[in-house]
């Protein structure tokens, strides 16, 4: 058994550096293609190795898809809000440090999570109860917040209201496999990288060095950030790390852009740590990789400690992986023409967008990018085309 754990485990790391490493394909996806097939797969397998093998599918791809998304601008539901700082110190030479930055926020992240289970266990049920009927009035308060503090808060409003729009047409459209795809590399994808290749810009040499430029007190409050935004999603249905890292943001003051990956980068790993805990403690299973090991294995005590082991296990492979590749990617993107690079990234987009969801993919890919414009071209933070993702949550609770 403990060998068919440790293939499991080898497995889902080597199947996480694929997925984290290739834009388009989402953990998600391939827990649920494993779902499909675990008729067949159980004959063979318990199903505590694949539980086993999803963790540590997913753990891996949460640190490997850093890179698509500083590099190339290809984001994902988890850090679509670090594409912006990501791609500010690609153009400053410093992509592998911001890798490094973001990476050490998901660890720590991580880390901080494990440690902070038996406090999440012994207050969830008491905190839910609380909370339940204020949830959705707590959102609103911080969406509000966050827009009036907006020196152009009519343009914030607008956007957070025109992409919300977008995001409740997008979630009605039946039958559309990977709404998230298109709706959000539009929005904060190919509008950026349309920016990019308007400005002329050209990839300078990337710095290569083992120090980690990130104060201890950054760090610090975006771990704080976090570890609230963390305990906060988990109550409310449809709330994921993305929204997480706009509630932390509004949360913690002055966080600047390297905070801001730590914070994106620990959100990540937390939101999936807390997701399996809220699954063991009240049968909510929020995250889709959680959803799916719900259905193979019923967790007990011994189950539930063996997958945050692994969860320990992989998270601390990944992290030299990470850093590996990421020295690969520096040495690759200078060598390249970096519009061509643009078009060949938004060209893989649109094909990745039409296989996913056909020519409505397209549809929406076109309309989330003329939306993702409006943010560079006022002047406004692009946090508030989260609205995406938050305001058909809120219309959900109320209507």
Same mark, same amino acid.
């Given at each position: 058994?403990?060998?068919?754990?440790?293939?499991a485990?080898?497995?889902?790391?080597?199947?996480?550096i694929?997925?984290?490493?290739?834009?388009?394909?989402?953990?998600?996806?391939?827990?649920? +293609?494993?779902?499909?097939? =675990?008729? @067949? /797969?159980?004959?063979?397998?318990?199903? *505590?190795?694949?539980? %086993? #093998?999803? $963790?540590?599918l997913?753990?891996?791809?949460?640190?490997?898809d850093?890179?698509?998304?500083?590099?190339?601008?290809?984001?994902?539901?988890?850090?679509a809000?670090?594409?912006?700082?990501?791609?500010?110190?690609?153009?400053?030479?410093?992509?592998?440090?911001?890798?490094?930055?973001?990476?050490?926020?998901?660890?720590?992240?991580?880390?901080?999570a494990?440690?902070?289970i038996?406090?999440?266990?012994?207050?969830?049920?008491?905190?839910?109860?609380?909370?339940?009927?204020?949830?959705?009035?707590?959102?609103?308060?911080?969406?509000?917040?966050?827009?009036l503090?907006? +020196?152009k808060?009519?343009? =914030?409003? @607008? /956007?957070?209201?025109?992409?919300?729009? *977008?995001g409740?047409? %997008? #979630?009605? $459209?039946?039958?559309?496999?990977?709404?998230?795809?298109?709706?959000?590399?539009?929005?904060?994808?190919?509008?950026?990288?349309?920016?990019?290749?308007?400005?002329?810009?050209?990839?300078?040499?990337?710095?290569i060095?083992?120090?980690?430029?990130?104060?201890?007190?950054?760090?610090?409050?975006a771990?704080?950030g976090s570890?609230?935004?963390?305990?906060?999603?988990?109550?409310?249905?449809?709330?994921?790390?993305?929204?997480?890292?706009?509630?932390?943001?509004?949360?913690?003051?002055?966080?600047?852009?390297?905070?801001?990956?730590?914070?994106?980068g620990?959100?990540g790993?937390?939101?999936v740590?807390?997701?399996?805990?809220?699954?063991?403690?009240?049968?909510?299973?929020?995250?889709?990789?959680?959803?799916?090991?719900?259905?193979?294995l019923?967790?007990?005590?011994?189950?539930?400690?063996?997958?945050?082991?692994?969860?320990?296990?992989?998270?601390?492979?990944?992290?030299?992986?990470?850093?590996?590749?990421?020295?690969?990617?520096?040495?690759?993107?200078?060598?390249?023409?970096?519009?061509?690079?643009?078009?060949t990234?938004?060209?893989?987009?649109?094909?990745?967008?039409?296989?996913?969801?056909?020519?409505?993919?397209?549809?929406?890919?076109?309309?989330?990018?003329?939306?993702?414009?409006?943010?560079?071209?006022?002047?406004?933070?692009?946090?508030?085309?989260?609205?995406?993702?938050?305001?058909?949550?809120?219309?959900?609770?109320?209507?």
């Amino acid at each position: 058994m403990i060998v068919e754990i440790m293939i499991a485990l080898a497995l889902g790391v080597i199947i996480g550096i694929v997925t984290g490493l290739t834009p388009g394909i989402h953990v998600n996806l391939v827990g649920t +293609s494993l779902f499909a097939l =675990s008729p @067949f /797969l159980l004959n063979y397998l318990e199903p *505590l190795s694949l539980a %086993v #093998f999803i $963790i540590s599918l997913s753990v891996t791809h949460s640190f490997l898809d850093t890179i698509p998304s500083i590099y190339l601008g290809a984001p994902e539901n988890e850090n679509a809000l670090s594409i912006l700082p990501g791609q500010k110190m690609l153009l400053q030479g410093k992509a592998h440090q911001a890798v490094k930055i973001t990476i050490l926020g998901t660890y720590i992240g991580m880390i901080v999570a494990i440690i902070l289970i038996p406090l999440f266990m012994f207050t969830a049920k008491i905190i839910f109860d609380f909370l339940k009927p204020y949830l959705v009035y707590l959102l609103i308060t911080l969406m509000t917040y966050m827009i009036l503090k907006e +020196s152009k808060k009519y343009w =914030s409003f @607008f /956007l957070f209201m025109i992409s919300g729009t *977008l995001g409740i047409l %997008v #979630f009605s $459209i039946p039958n559309l496999n990977e709404p998230l795809f298109p709706l959000l590399s539009g929005l904060f994808g190919v509008s950026g990288l349309m920016i990019s290749y308007f400005e002329n810009t050209n990839i300078p040499k990337q710095e290569i060095t083992s120090i980690i430029r990130l104060k201890t007190k950054e760090l610090a409050k975006a771990i704080l950030g976090s570890s609230i935004a963390v305990f906060f999603i988990q109550f409310f249905p449809g709330l994921g790390p993305a929204q997480g890292a706009v509630i932390s943001s509004q949360i913690i003051k002055d966080v600047k852009d390297r905070g801001y990956l730590a914070l994106v980068g620990a959100m990540g790993t937390m939101s999936v740590v807390f997701s399996l805990v809220t699954f063991y403690v009240l049968g909510k299973a929020k995250d889709g990789t959680i959803v799916v090991i719900s259905k193979l294995l019923e967790i007990n005590l011994n189950y539930f400690l063996i997958l945050i082991l692994v969860f320990l296990v992989a998270g601390s492979i990944s992290v030299f992986l990470t850093l590996w590749f990421s020295k690969k990617f520096s040495d690759l993107i200078v060598k390249v023409n970096y519009k061509a690079l643009i078009i060949t990234i938004i060209s893989f987009i649109f094909i990745m967008s039409i296989l996913l969801n056909g020519w409505i993919g397209i549809i929406v890919l076109l309309t989330a990018t003329a939306i993702g414009l409006i943010a560079p071209l006022k002047c406004i933070g692009r946090n508030h085309a989260m609205g995406c993702l938050i305001l058909p949550v809120i219309m959900y609770f109320i209507l």
